[in-house]
């Protein structure tokens, strides 16, 4: 009875050795969200890899699509 005690403590006590480190990694091909995905579905009017034109986008569609004051009236 105590060796198979030992036994199972032993193996829970080695089992922690075998984790994997848990860093934090980040993508290396990470890139801006205003240049695009490739994708054809996009607005008309805005152009992939200009960030103005994405900057025009996002402002249009805060203002006018999730502002309750400009959607009420």
């Known amino acids: 009875m105590k060796h198979t005690l030992f036994i ?6 080695l ?4 984790e994997k480190p ?3 990694e980040s993508n ?6 205003y240049t695009g995905t490739g994708k ?5 009017d805005w152009k992939p890899g200009d960030k103005a034109s ?3 986008q996002l402002k249009a569609r805060s203002q006018y699509g999730q ?3 400009t959607r009420m009236n």
Do not use: M, P, R, T
């Open 8 to 13: 199972l403590l032993a193996v829970v006590a």
């Open 15 to 18: 089992s922690a050795c075998s």
């Open 22 to 24: 848990q860093a934090l």
């Open 28 to 33: 290396k091909y990470d890139s801006s969200a």
């Open 40 to 44: 054809a579905f996009v607005a008309k």
């Open 54 to 56: 994405w900057e025009s």
């Open 67 to 69: 502002n309750d004051y």
